[in-house]
């Protein structure tokens, strides 16, 4: 093993200094806020009002402009939120355990947005709200695991510990990821299997998955948002008093 | 700038424990897959898999031109195929919108002893295909005008006789 596959590069361990974190953080939020909003509008009008209704189902297809977006963050925010917490107990970076304390309540508001669209749009396409499949069992598994996670992070005031904890939970909590994404493949579901994969084309004209891209692209953006706004915010009340911000012009306002 | 050896065995540590615990779900849950199934598939029913008299879901495809209505009541009898077996179903109550032909069903019911399935509950089993209507009458015109003699049937209601459809 050489060296060269250990070593990591310069901006991973400028992004764990809370400072660093906050400066450059702070400037990409703008940027965030404006493409997560021009996204998101494109998106849901193109989608709810200009995108060709289905040929069976008429027009309440078009949830899938909220479930799918909602349903893929769900996911991604828990990886996202281990990823950190491995991070945070192997390189003992604090901001890595606050990305990750970001990290639980906007996943769990996606997954939840999921499990009620989904619910809204079975009754008409299915003819029952709720049905105790794979996909679906799985699906709440994972709003039970952030819940877990949540009240973990809350339990202990020892902010190190409870990164510590908090990121077990959620690393041990991945193996869910994956069968969510595969349930509608290894097992008999009423859920459809993915319309989009990266080999195939998708299953739907471009009329119907661009508007889809554009929220899901939008749906990130407002991740990335909340991350910075939140991890920003918790390094405001850890770093209270410390020299560098005490003289940051967001203090001094010069 | 090499990585600590330190935080390498952490980083080792992580991985292990991520795969022991990979590997005791996915052993729990290979050994669960009956239980985790939705319904029982028509062949699976055929070879006798599928208990008589116990509550359970069959699913499958509605075959075409199966469908039969009483004319007094709500009664419909349809059969339900993965095209290598058939099972006929029973049904009396109120379809779902999406429920026809040629589409995926999942049905609740118990089997009789002549093999019939008595369904009390039917859920319509929507594909991941998405079509706009204008794109389905073209093709079946098309289709009508033996323009497209290739086409299949499938493609212009957009059902696949697949596995992938029959999931």
Redesign the interface.
């Known amino acids: 093993m050489t060296q060269s596959i250990w070593r990591m590069p310069r901006w991973f361990h400028q992004m764990g200094s809370p400072k660093w974190f906050y400066d450059f953080g702070g400037s990409l939020q703008p940027w965030f806020a404006i493409a997560a909003f021009a996204l998101l509008t494109w998106g849901m009008v193109w989608g709810l009002a200009f995108a060709p209704a289905d040929y069976q189902q008429g027009n309440s297809f078009r949830i899938m402009y909220v479930h799918v977006p909602a349903a893929l963050l769900s996911q991604s925010v828990f990886l996202g939120m281990a990823v950190a917490g491995a991070v945070g107990i192997i390189w003992k970076i604090k901001v890595a355990f606050m990305v990750a304390r970001s990290c639980i309540a906007i996943g769990a508001t996606f997954t939840a947005i999921a499990l009620l669209t989904g619910a809204i749009w079975g009754k008409p396409t299915w003819g029952a709200y709720w049905v105790w499949d794979a996909r679906l069992t799985s699906t709440l598994v994972l709003l039970f695991l952030y819940a877990g996670v949540m009240a973990l992070n809350q339990a202990i005031t020892d902010r190190q510990i409870a990164g510590k904890a908090t990121a077990i939970l959620a690393i041990v909590g991945t193996i869910n990821i994956p069968i969510i994404k595969y349930s509608v493949e290894w097992w008999n579901t009423l859920h459809q299997s993915s319309s989009f994969t990266l080999t195939a084309k998708p299953s739907m004209p471009a009329d119907m998955y661009l508007p889809l891209l554009l929220t899901v692209l939008g749906s990130y953006c407002v991740f990335v948002l909340v991350i910075l706004i939140r991890t920003r915010a918790q390094i405001l009340q850890t770093q209270s008093g410390a020299n560098w911000l005490m003289q940051h012009r967001d203090i001094t306002g010069a | ?3 600590h050896p330190k ?2 065995n ?2 080792i540590l ?1 991985l292990g ?2 795969l022991g ?2 590997v005791i ?1 996915g052993l729990v ?1 290979y050994a669960l ?1 009956q239980n ?4 029982f ?1 028509p062949t699976e029913m055929a070879q006798g898999k599928a208990p008589a008299h116990q509550r359970l879901r069959a ?1 499958g495809m509605v075959r075409e031109g199966s469908l039969v209505r009483a004319s007094d009541s709500l009664t419909v009898q349809f059969v339900i195929t993965d095209f290598a077996e058939d099972v006929k179903v029973e049904y009396t109550g109120i379809l ?3 429920f026809r032909e040629g589409q995926g069903i ?1 049905a609740q019911g118990k089997l009789n002893d002549e093999g019939v399935f008595l369904a009390d ?16 009458q073209a093709l079946s015109d098309a289709q009508a005008a033996s323009l497209v003699p290739t086409l299949s049937k499938d493609q212009t209601t ?1 059902v696949e006789p697949s596995n ?1 459809a029959l ?1």
């Open positions: 700038m090499a990585m935080r390498r952490k980083l992580i424990l991520l615990v990979g779900v849950l897959s985790i199934n939705l319904f598939s699913g779902p919108d999406l999942v509950e039917v859920l319509a089993k929507h594909d991941e295909k998405y079509m706009p209507p204008e794109v389905t957009g992938e999931k």
